[in-house]
């Protein structure tokens, strides 16, 4: 059974800083390319970043300068790391493998 269980802060401050981690089990997780999505209020689901097998990573412009990605295959973890927070990070932020979702986790910015 594959899953895909996310965990990090979640209430951060405006400018401030924040990891996320997703933790997958169920696959083959250094074979797969790994995904970070996020949904802000009233808006459809974006993708922020991914990461391939072999570390190579891809970043929405949006998101480029402020947003770090990793994994550690031997962990069967892939990480988000958020930097210098806006209001509009202010989203639901979900793990993705093919075909397979992490349940979300909400992303509070305060002021």
């Known amino acids: 059974q594959v899953q895909l269980v996310e965990s990090g802060r979640v209430l951060v401050q405006l400018a401030g800083s924040l990891s996320l981690a997703c933790t997958a089990s169920g696959f083959t997780f250094s074979g797969t390319i790994m995904s970070w999505y996020r949904q802000a209020p009233g808006k459809g689901r974006e993708l922020v970043a991914y990461i391939t097998r072999v570390g190579l990573i891809n970043y929405a412009d949006s998101v480029k300068s402020r947003f770090s990605n990793n994994r550690d295959n031997a962990k069967n973890t892939e990480y988000m790391q958020i930097n210098s927070l806006k209001p509009e990070d202010k989203a639901v932020y979900y793990c993705?493998?093919?075909?397979?979702w992490g349940q979300g986790t909400q992303v509070t910015v305060s002021s």
């Open positions: 993705q493998a093919p075909r397979y």
